[in-house]
């Protein structure tokens, strides 16, 4: 897809992976509108990304079509990409587990993200083209310690990516799922602070540069699912 004028949605746009991909899109003229929770959050990451905002809780189901409505308003009702980014995590040993937190964590994760883009779909079908990029995460493809919520979140994600794509391929839409390994930003962080960069841990910029890759594939192609670990971070 040559990325050049196309209409992009970065749900969780205001900071890490959402913030760094919106500003790569629109350094490549693509029309970037990202979401999130916090006005400040989304005012600073337009001035660092140069994207239109919109704040909306990906979590508040019974709004999520109204909002919708307002992403399609701002992008002419054209979306050629939505990047469903927008993901929150929480550490439990097995003897803490709740349902608040899983209700917590898969409304975000999993639910939220299927809402919206229930939304989206029906425009790329019509015009029988779009790209649809699932955040997810290298804890769906393994399980460990203190991950049941967060990684069964992200395992129900790459179930979803994997339906759309039986699905929506005759639409000629691709559905790619990016898994990211530990990246530097401030996923986990209750004041959502971006941690700095570490020499040989992942940062935004190279899960930046895979999702706009998979992006910008020729549309006779598309990448199912790319798995991003940093080279050596022992």
Same mark, same amino acid.
């Given at each position: 897809?040559?990325?050049?004028?196309?209409?992009?949605?970065?749900?969780?746009?205001?900071?890490?992976?959402?913030?760094?991909? +919106?500003?790569?899109?629109?350094?490549?003229?693509?029309?970037?509108?990202?979401?999130?929770?916090?006005?400040?959050?989304?005012?600073?990451?337009?001035?660092?990304?140069? +994207?239109?905002?919109?704040?909306?809780?990906?979590?508040?189901?019974?709004?999520?079509?109204?909002?919708?409505?307002?992403?399609l308003s701002i992008l002419e009702n054209r979306v050629d990409v939505l990047i469903n980014n927008a993901g929150i995590g929480v550490r439990s040993s097995i003897e803490d587990l709740n349902i608040d937190d899983f209700l917590k964590v898969f409304n975000v994760n999993v639910f939220g993200l299927y809402l919206f883009t229930?939304?989206?779909?029906?425009?790329?079908?019509?015009?029988?083209?779009?790209?649809?990029?699932?955040?997810?995460?290298?804890?769906?493809?393994?399980?460990?310690?203190?991950?049941?919520?967060?990684?069964?979140?992200?395992?129900?994600?790459?179930?979803?990516?994997?339906?759309?794509?039986?699905?929506?391929?005759?639409?000629?839409?691709?559905?790619?799922?990016?898994?990211?390994?530990?990246?530097?930003?401030?996923?986990?962080?209750?004041?959502?602070?971006?941690? +700095?960069?570490?020499?040989?841990?992942?940062?935004?910029?190279?899960?930046?540069?895979?999702?706009?890759?998979?992006?910008?594939?020729?549309?006779?192609?598309?990448?199912?699912?790319?798995?991003?670990? +940093?080279?050596?971070?022992?």
């Amino acid at each position: 897809m040559q990325i050049r004028g196309k209409n992009i949605i970065i749900t969780g746009g205001s900071l890490g992976i959402g913030k760094e991909t +919106a500003k790569a899109l629109v350094e490549k003229g693509a029309n970037v509108l990202i979401t999130g929770r916090s006005e400040d959050r989304l005012h600073k990451a337009k001035l660092y990304c140069n +994207a239109e905002t919109i704040e909306f809780d990906i979590a508040d189901f019974d709004n999520i079509p109204k909002f919708a409505k307002e992403c399609l308003s701002i992008l002419e009702n054209r979306v050629d990409v939505l990047i469903n980014n927008a993901g929150i995590g929480v550490r439990s040993s097995i003897e803490d587990l709740n349902i608040d937190d899983f209700l917590k964590v898969f409304n975000v994760n999993v639910f939220g993200l299927y809402l919206f883009t229930k939304e989206i779909v029906p425009l790329m079908k019509e015009n029988k083209s779009g790209t649809i990029i699932n955040i997810g995460s290298t804890a769906s493809l393994k399980g460990y310690q203190t991950g049941s919520i967060y990684s069964a979140s992200k395992f129900a994600v790459r179930c979803l990516s994997q339906c759309w794509q039986a699905e929506l391929r005759p639409f000629n839409i691709r559905v790619c799922q990016v898994n990211p390994s530990e990246v530097t930003t401030a996923f986990g962080n209750t004041s959502r602070i971006e941690r +700095a960069e570490v020499h040989n841990k992942l940062t935004p910029k190279e899960i930046s540069h895979s999702i706009v890759s998979a992006i910008e594939m020729d549309d006779r192609g598309f990448i199912n699912e790319l798995n991003v670990w +940093a080279t050596n971070p022992f």
